[in-house]
């Protein structure tokens, strides 16, 4: 059986035609082509916590698809489908025009309008065919469905007559129910219509007369039942959709998010897409509806991720800490209790993603639960850390600090399992991933030479974060007094930053190893994920150079963003999931990394080039795209199945705008570091609105501005400092 969690085969697409739509509310999502329909036999249907609840959705008008016009995306979770009826035969226009206004969240809501444009009324019939497989998500996205891997009953009932009239005001009838068992699992869907309609398995019928310039309404809900319980939609037919929770938590997002005037559009652009697509990623747990958290992406990763959640919360700060504050919530709440190699829990231990599948529980916690990753534990502590910094919800990070010190334990005891100071990774057994950093697909580590690397492997991040842990650490004891506490972790982050820039440096080649392999033997591959090694500081100045050179070569740097291997390496692919493509997230944490070091001009070199990638997809940068080098094409190619939106993608520009203004808070201390470097291009730029020291600070900078920088709503015990700060400032 494929396991989700090492999956190294094919995916399957979306469908052919014009294209596809995705709509996401937490986790609901709905893919579908660009009329709307959702196709059977593709990767399409309508998901509801990780299993498709409709696996076919298609509106027939006389028999025949209508013609898609245009797909108008409202807001993430709502979407506008125009389409015409098909032109009789020697004509070339159609009358009839079909608007379907759609609204996922919990389920969905299908509104179908005919218009009639003829001086005549119109007949015709309009059928709805559907259908479920309840299928798990992964099984979907992998093309594994029907191939014996789904057992399990279903069944399929007609509710109510054979031919009914829902006259009652605007409030549907159930039509259809499917249901689905396997064991104790239960799943099912109810489709409920307004409207005189004639229902049978599988087809909704509906015999239409649309007046002359009028038009004909009918409305479907979908509903997912768990355990017998029917579920209603958010968005009900006949209720105003402004009224919904997902319009309603949209809204007040908006509303509060930072506001970034720009005379550079491209920024302006990228930036404002960047924190639309945030809100549409935010899940909210049934438990505890008062966290948010931040999903990986859509359509096939709207669960809480380890290492993806806490990166995108810790570049999203900027905009919302509350974010921050469920991330570190839910990840304490799941934090691993006991030694479990069938999931690879140790105690101590953040998790690395969680699934619903056949989980019967509705909370956050009834799924699945996997642990293996290296460097979820130590980012855990070291967003922690920076939550402290930025001097916002103290009491939380205080109630926190025990997880921090459990997360510590893990690291110095199944981390560093060999107790040579260094965290790294093996999995426990033959279906947990083999790699267990961020590029976790089975071939993503490698030497110069493209041969794979095999485990127990310490990767150069992992190493870096474990340092950010130490220091975060260290911070929490000076804060409480605790002088044995401090001395141990600050003595501990300088043994590793030493051992580090010893163990992992390649003279000879003037970077640093990606990892060392199983005989502590650098894995002497050329990647990016020595930019992470920057952002945290663990780099000893006198090598920064040298690592500011190799990432921004032309091997590296492909004019969109950063390769994630070297061109010039053995099993470089610039159409490979981790060796070779390039994945924003990376490239901005690069960026971040170059400018701590003073690299300004290397940072906006990666700075602009996100930004010009992002500009040229329509402001928004998926997950990852091809490493193919600006010079043979002029827009980036994507990857197939990239999610999008994706978290840290969506993050990415919030990271770099924050290296741009050069932002680094200390309020504890009562210092905030300011020195914006804008480059060329950039004349003008304002934040405003950020959340900030209990308060909502706005940072004004350029050529409007007297004196170039202008910073206001700080509290007034804090000191701007307007110099950048260096990777030696310490407590």
């Given at each position: 059986m494929?396991?989700?969690?090492?999956?190294?085969?094919?995916?399957?697409q979306?469908?052919?035609g014009?294209?596809?739509v995705?709509?996401?509310?937490?986790?609901?999502?709905a893919?579908?082509?660009?009329?709307g329909?959702?196709?059977?036999?593709?990767?399409?249907?309508?998901?509801?916590?990780?299993?498709?609840?409709?696996?076919r959705?298609?509106?027939?008008?006389?028999g025949s698809p209508a013609e898609p016009l245009?797909?108008?995306?409202?807001?993430?979770f709502?979407?506008?489908f125009?389409?015409?009826n098909h032109?009789?035969?020697?004509r070339?226009?159609?009358?009839?025009?079909?608007f379907?206004?759609r609204?996922?969240?919990?389920?969905?809501?299908d509104?179908l309008?005919l218009?009639?444009?003829?001086?005549e009324?119109?007949?015709?019939?309009?059928?709805?065919?559907?259908?479920?497989?309840?299928a798990?998500?992964?099984?979907?996205k992998?093309g594994?469905v029907g191939a014996?891997?789904h057992?399990g009953?279903i069944?399929t009932?007609?509710?109510?007559?054979a031919?009914?009239?829902?006259g009652?005001?605007?409030r549907?009838?159930?039509?259809?129910t499917y249901t689905?068992a396997?064991g104790?699992?239960?799943?099912?869907?109810?489709?409920?219509?307004t409207?005189?309609?004639?229902?049978a398995?599988?087809?909704?019928?509906?015999?239409?007369l649309?007046?002359?310039?009028?038009e004909?309404?009918?409305c479907?809900?979908?509903?997912?039942?768990i355990?017998g319980a029917?579920?209603s939609?958010?968005?009900?037919?006949?209720q105003?959709?402004?009224?919904?929770?997902p319009?309603?938590?949209?809204?007040?997002?908006r509303?509060?998010v930072?506001?970034?005037e720009?005379?550079?559009p491209?920024?302006k652009e990228v930036?404002?897409?960047?924190?639309?697509?945030?809100?549409?990623?935010?899940?909210f747990?049934?438990d505890?509806?008062?966290?948010?958290?931040?999903?990986?992406?859509?359509?096939?990763f709207?669960?809480v991720?380890?290492?993806d959640?806490?990166l995108t919360a810790w570049?999203?700060l900027?905009v919302d800490p509350?974010?921050?504050?469920?991330?570190?919530q839910t990840?304490?709440?799941?934090q691993?209790?006991?030694?479990d190699?069938?999931?690879?829990?140790?105690?101590g231990?953040?998790?690395h993603?969680?699934?619903?599948?056949d989980?019967?529980?509705?909370s956050?916690g009834?799924?699945?639960?996997?642990?293996?990753?290296?460097?979820a534990?130590?980012l855990?502590?070291m967003?922690?850390?920076?939550?402290?910094r930025?001097?916002?919800?103290?009491?939380?990070?205080?109630?926190?600090?025990?997880?921090?010190?459990?997360?510590i334990?893990?690291?110095?005891?199944f981390?560093?399992?060999?107790g040579?100071?260094?965290?790294?990774?093996?999995?426990?057994?033959d279906r947990?991933?083999?790699?267990?950093?961020w590029k976790?697909s089975?071939?993503?580590?490698?030497y110069?030479?493209?041969?794979?690397?095999?485990a127990?492997?310490?990767l150069a991040?992992?190493?870096?974060?474990?340092?950010?842990?130490?220091?975060?650490s260290?911070?929490?004891?000076f804060?409480?007094g605790?002088a044995?506490?401090?001395?141990?972790f600050r003595?501990?982050?300088?043994?590793l930053?030493?051992?580090?820039?010893r163990?992992f440096?390649?003279?000879e080649?003037g970077w640093?190893a990606v990892g060392?392999?199983?005989d502590?033997?650098?894995?002497d591959s050329?990647?990016?994920n020595?930019?992470h090694?920057?952002?945290?500081?663990?780099v000893?100045?006198?090598?920064?150079l040298?690592?500011?050179?190799?990432l921004?070569?032309?091997?590296m740097?492909?004019g969109?963003?950063?390769?994630?291997?070297s061109?010039?390496?053995?099993?470089?692919?610039?159409i490979?999931?981790?060796?070779g493509?390039?994945?924003?997230h990376?490239?901005?944490?690069?960026?971040?990394?170059?400018a701590?070091?003073?690299f300004?001009?290397?940072?906006?070199?990666?700075?602009s080039?996100?930004l010009?990638?992002a500009s040229?997809?329509?402001?928004?940068?998926?997950e990852?795209f091809?490493g193919?080098?600006?010079g043979?094409?002029?827009v980036p190619?994507g990857?197939?199945?990239s999610?999008?939106?994706?978290a840290?993608?969506?993050a990415s520009?919030?990271l770099?705008l924050?290296?741009?203004?050069?932002?680094?808070p200390?309020i504890?201390?009562g210092?905030?570091w300011?020195s914006?470097?804008l480059?060329?291009?950039?004349?003008?730029?304002k934040v405003e609105?950020?959340?900030?020291?209990?308060?909502?600070v706005?940072i004004?900078?350029?050529d409007?501005?007297p004196?170039?920088l202008?910073?206001?709503?700080?509290p007034?015990e804090?000191?701007?400092?307007?110099?950048?700060?260096?990777p030696?400032t310490?407590?």
């Amino acid at each position: 059986m494929s396991d989700p969690w090492n999956y190294a085969g094919p995916v399957t697409q979306l469908g052919s035609g014009t294209g596809s739509v995705t709509l996401v509310d937490e986790s609901t999502f709905a893919i579908s082509g660009s009329a709307g329909d959702i196709a059977p036999g593709a990767a399409q249907g309508l998901f509801f916590r990780d299993t498709r609840i409709v696996s076919r959705f298609e509106v027939l008008i006389d028999g025949s698809p209508a013609e898609p016009l245009a797909a108008v995306t409202d807001d993430p979770f709502s979407a506008t489908f125009v389409s015409r009826n098909h032109p009789e035969p020697g004509r070339a226009d159609s009358t009839l025009m079909i608007f379907r206004s759609r609204h996922v969240g919990q389920g969905m809501r299908d509104e179908l309008t005919l218009r009639n444009f003829s001086d005549e009324a119109t007949a015709c019939t309009v059928d709805v065919l559907v259908d479920a497989d309840f299928a798990d998500l992964f099984a979907v996205k992998e093309g594994r469905v029907g191939a014996g891997l789904h057992a399990g009953a279903i069944t399929t009932e007609v509710v109510g007559a054979a031919e009914r009239v829902a006259g009652e005001g605007d409030r549907p009838v159930p039509a259809l129910t499917y249901t689905y068992a396997r064991g104790a699992v239960a799943r099912g869907v109810e489709l409920r219509t307004t409207g005189a309609a004639k229902v049978a398995p599988g087809i909704i019928t509906f015999e239409v007369l649309v007046p002359a310039r009028g038009e004909w309404t009918a409305c479907i809900e979908v509903g997912p039942i768990i355990d017998g319980a029917v579920f209603s939609p958010k968005y009900l037919c006949g209720q105003p959709v402004e009224r919904a929770t997902p319009t309603e938590r949209l809204a007040e997002w908006r509303r509060l998010v930072p506001k970034v005037e720009t005379d550079h559009p491209v920024l302006k652009e990228v930036v404002a897409r960047s924190a639309e697509d945030l809100g549409a990623l935010r899940i909210f747990d049934p438990d505890y509806p008062e966290r948010v958290v931040v999903a990986a992406g859509a359509p096939w990763f709207m669960t809480v991720f380890g290492r993806d959640s806490l990166l995108t919360a810790w570049m999203a700060l900027l905009v919302d800490p509350e974010l921050a504050s469920g991330v570190l919530q839910t990840l304490a709440r799941f934090q691993g209790t006991e030694v479990d190699p069938r999931h690879e829990e140790e105690p101590g231990r953040i998790l690395h993603e969680m699934r619903f599948g056949d989980a019967a529980s509705l909370s956050l916690g009834g799924g699945s639960i996997y642990y293996g990753t290296a460097d979820a534990t130590p980012l855990f502590v070291m967003l922690l850390g920076e939550m402290r910094r930025w001097g916002v919800a103290r009491e939380l990070v205080d109630e926190l600090l025990p997880n921090a010190a459990r997360a510590i334990e893990w690291i110095e005891h199944f981390g560093d399992s060999d107790g040579d100071g260094y965290v790294e990774y093996r999995r426990a057994t033959d279906r947990g991933l083999a790699n267990q950093g961020w590029k976790d697909s089975w071939d993503g580590i490698r030497y110069g030479d493209g041969r794979v690397a095999e485990a127990p492997i310490a990767l150069a991040e992992v190493q870096a974060y474990t340092y950010g842990a130490y220091l975060a650490s260290a911070h929490f004891a000076f804060e409480a007094g605790d002088a044995a506490t401090y001395d141990r972790f600050r003595s501990k982050a300088a043994q590793l930053k030493a051992n580090f820039n010893r163990d992992f440096w390649l003279e000879e080649k003037g970077w640093f190893a990606v990892g060392l392999d199983a005989d502590k033997k650098p894995i002497d591959s050329l990647t990016s994920n020595m930019g992470h090694c920057l952002w945290t500081g663990i780099v000893d100045e006198d090598k920064a150079l040298q690592v500011a050179q190799a990432l921004v070569s032309p091997a590296m740097f492909t004019g969109w963003g950063l390769r994630t291997l070297s061109s010039d390496n053995g099993g470089y692919n610039p159409i490979s999931y981790h060796c070779g493509s390039v994945w924003p997230h990376d490239t901005a944490i690069a960026a971040a990394g170059l400018a701590r070091y003073g690299f300004d001009g290397a940072a906006q070199q990666l700075i602009s080039g996100l930004l010009d990638a992002a500009s040229s997809q329509g402001g928004r940068l998926p997950e990852l795209f091809s490493g193919l080098d600006r010079g043979e094409l002029n827009v980036p190619v994507g990857y197939p199945t990239s999610c999008s939106p994706q978290a840290w993608s969506a993050a990415s520009p919030l990271l770099c705008l924050r290296t741009l203004l050069r932002l680094d808070p200390w309020i504890p201390y009562g210092k905030i570091w300011l020195s914006p470097n804008l480059p060329e291009g950039i004349g003008y730029l304002k934040v405003e609105g950020i959340p900030l020291a209990g308060s909502r600070v706005t940072i004004e900078v350029g050529d409007r501005v007297p004196g170039g920088l202008s910073i206001s709503g700080l509290p007034p015990e804090i000191e701007v400092i307007r110099e950048p700060r260096r990777p030696s400032t310490a407590v």
